[in-house]
């Protein structure tokens, strides 16, 4: 039987990060994962500046080697256009299987103990199963993705909000055209162009109704369907659900929460494996002290950002109209936008960011 502080189920970015913070804290971790790295994942693949500050503080340094920066967001669609840079470094485009071996590589550098293709088959009073083996343990964290077993056995399935929504990313060998991130909105759905290196763009769409794929929806952005006419695809084209779960809580006794175990944005913010990280950071805090309760109230704080963008986000997807004037509207007033994408991540004005929505949702009315 092996005994360890913290074990983890999962070994995808937000285990490995979970492993990672608890590890700075002199806890021994066990990460488990049915699967072998590297893992892969549907997702628009750009780690926004906050990202790559949360991953820097769990021992992580990324550069523009290990994919390509970009420097802000753009959004287009309906006729207009409007593009901010970040207020403080830039973000970075990676494959996320790239990530994932990176994030392998530095927790076997800090001691975590890695048991791949080995699924968790049962948790129970201090302790857990993976594969045939007991791990005993003081405490246990669900890191295994949005349909969680570990959520399940815990009895924090509970949800307050649940919504979903679908996601289908593949990659095309192209130099990519533009130093930011571009999100081109349409009736119905939206697509995520991202920089990965000097001769790929990530391509990914969210859209409501399943059956929908990229080669349909790229009809209905022309523009991008030329940048995209004869490139190279590179892989096949993956599908993951786009959900915006919230739950009552992400604590029970020894067993916390962590990554899309713990519910999930839409897809639509670009940031959610760096909430992620943000909530690996907390819970080892919060373990450290050996107060895992204040993990909730914590990971209720990480959210709140996100979960704001979210709901803007997903009403201008929701209605055609509502979407046409929030994008007229922006491209008015561009301080506007350079506001927002500056709370969302992470270093919002509050009095400044108060004024531009209020000077926003002028602009809806009068659009």
């Known amino acids: 039987m092996k005994t360890t502080d913290l074990f983890i189920a999962g070994g995808g970015p937000a285990g490995l990060a979970a492993a990672l913070a608890a590890r700075r804290k002199g806890l021994r971790v066990t990460v ?27 021992g992580v340094g990324l550069t523009a080697e290990d994919g390509a920066s970009f420097r802000g967001i753009r959004f287009l669609g309906h006729g207009s256009a409007v593009e901010a840079s970040f207020p403080h470094g830039a973000g970075l485009g990676i494959r996320r299987t790239r990530l994932h071996e990176v994030l392998v590589e530095h927790a076997r550098e800090e001691g975590v103990e890695l048991l791949w293709g080995a699924p968790v088959t049962a948790i129970e009073e201090g302790g857990a199963w993976a594969g045939e083996r007991r791990i005993a343990c003081r405490y246990l964290a669900g890191a295994d993705g949005a349909n969680s077993s570990v959520r399940r056995w815990a009895g924090l399935d509970e949800r307050s909000r649940d919504g979903f929504r679908f996601g289908f990313r593949r990659h095309y060998r192209v130099a990519p055209w533009s130093d930011c991130v571009e999100v081109h909105w349409a009736p119905g759905c939206q697509i995520y162009v991202t920089p990965v290196d000097l001769e790929c ?3 990914a769409l969210l859209v409501r109704q399943q059956n929908q794929r990229l080669d349909h929806a790229l009809r209905a952005f022309p523009e991008l369907e030329r940048r995209l006419a004869g490139a190279a695809v590179l892989g096949p084209e993956r599908g993951a659900t786009s959900a915006f779960r919230r739950l009552r809580r992400v604590v029970s006794g020894n067993v916390a929460l962590a990554g899309d175990a713990s519910g999930s944005v839409d897809a639509v ?12 950071l ?6 450290a002290s050996d107060r895992i309760e204040d993990y909730q109230q914590a990971h209720e704080r990480i959210r709140r950002g996100p979960d704001w963008m979210a709901s803007l986000l997903l009403l201008m997807d929701r209605s055609e109209a509502v979407c046409r004037r929030a994008l007229r509207a922006l491209e008015g007033r561009p301080q506007v936008f350079a506001s927002m994408l500056a709370a969302h991540v992470g270093e919002p004005s509050s009095a400044f960011l108060a004024s531009a929505l209020c000077s926003l949702g002028w602009s809806l009315l009068t659009a």
Do not use: N, W
């Open 32 to 58: 488990a994962d049915p699967a072998y790295p590297p893992i892969d994942k549907a997702c628009g693949e750009g780690l926004m500046p906050d990202a790559l500050a949360a991953l820097a503080r769990l």
């Open 201 to 203: 763009v990530c391509v």
């Open 269 to 280: 913010t670009g940031e959610g494996v760096s909430l992620a990280f943000h909530q690996a």
């Open 282 to 287: 907390a819970l080892a805090e919060a373990l």
